[in-house]
T-cell receptor
Framework: DAEITQSPRHKITETGRQVTLACHQT?????MFWYRQDLGHGLRLIHY???????NKGEVSDGYSVSRSNTEDLPLTLESAASSQTSVYFC????????????FGPGTRLTVL | AQSVTQLGSHVSVSEGALVLLRCNYS??????LFWYVQYPNQGLQLLLK??????LVKGINGFEAEFKKSETSFHLTKPSAHMSDAAEYFC?????????FGAGTRLTVKP
């Protein structure tokens, strides 16, 4: 069965360190997304990609970067981790835009000390 | 840009009672609307979606939602709550270029 996986599931790091969260999907979807989930804010879009070599900023992109070198993977990098980036991060993918649902990974809980 | 408002961050019902979770949206173009459910320590999964066909949409686990254009609403209902329905529910609005999620409503089901 097709799926979307994230690793690690839990991560503790220190302020100022670079951190990369992995996202891998086997749906062969063109579109991939990264969200963060914080209490009271729901899901907020960090970055998204509509295909290989395409990346776009979402509403909360400061301090984050992504790259898309193949269809299956969209790693999220925190260039210099800050305590404000402590959150649960979700990766999602979809076949196309508009009416197409997003399929979500299980999430990564990141703590920045 | 579109937006979503979920009225009530927490809703508590008794087992067997009606579940009503409210969602209002704004969009400058005809939207697609979704309800997702999130169980503890899991990602979101689709409950149902509206894509401009029937205004009453049936989803999984006995949930349904009605699209009301005049009220810009897409409320989620279930006639009889079950303990297993306890979760967080997210409404989302989508157009071709953008998808926005509401802040979520946590549903508690009391025995």
């Amino acid at each position: 069965d097709a799926e979307i996986t994230q690793s690690p599931r839990h991560k503790i790091t220190e302020t100022g360190r670079q951190v990369t969260l992995a996202c891998h999907q086997t749906w062969n979807h063109n579109n991939m997304f990264w969200y963060r989930q914080d209490l009271g804010h729901g899901l907020r879009l960090i970055h998204y990609s509509y295909g290989v070599q395409d990346t776009n900023k979402g509403e909360v992109s400061d301090g984050y970067s992504v790259s898309r070198s193949n269809t299956e993977d969209l790693p999220l990098t925190l260039e210099s981790a800050a305590s404000s980036q402590t959150s649960v991060y979700f990766c999602a993918s979809s076949e196309s835009r508009g009416a197409f649902e997003q399929f979500f990974g299980p999430g990564t809980r990141l703590t920045v000390l | 840009a579109q937006s979503v408002t979920q009225l009530g961050s927490h809703v508590s019902v008794s087992e067997g009672a009606l579940v009503l979770l409210r969602c209002n949206y704004s969009s400058s173009v005809p939207p697609y609307l979704f309800w997702y459910v999130q169980y503890p320590n899991q990602g979101l999964q689709l409950l149902l979606k509206y894509t401009s066909a029937a205004t009453l949409v049936k989803g999984i686990n006995g949930f349904e939602a009605e699209f009301k254009k005049s009220e810009t609403s897409f409320h989620l209902t279930k006639p009889s709550a079950h303990m297993s329905d306890a979760a967080e529910y997210f409404c989302a609005v989508s157009t071709f270029n953008d998808m926005r999620f509401g802040a979520g409503t946590r549903l508690t089901v009391k025995p």
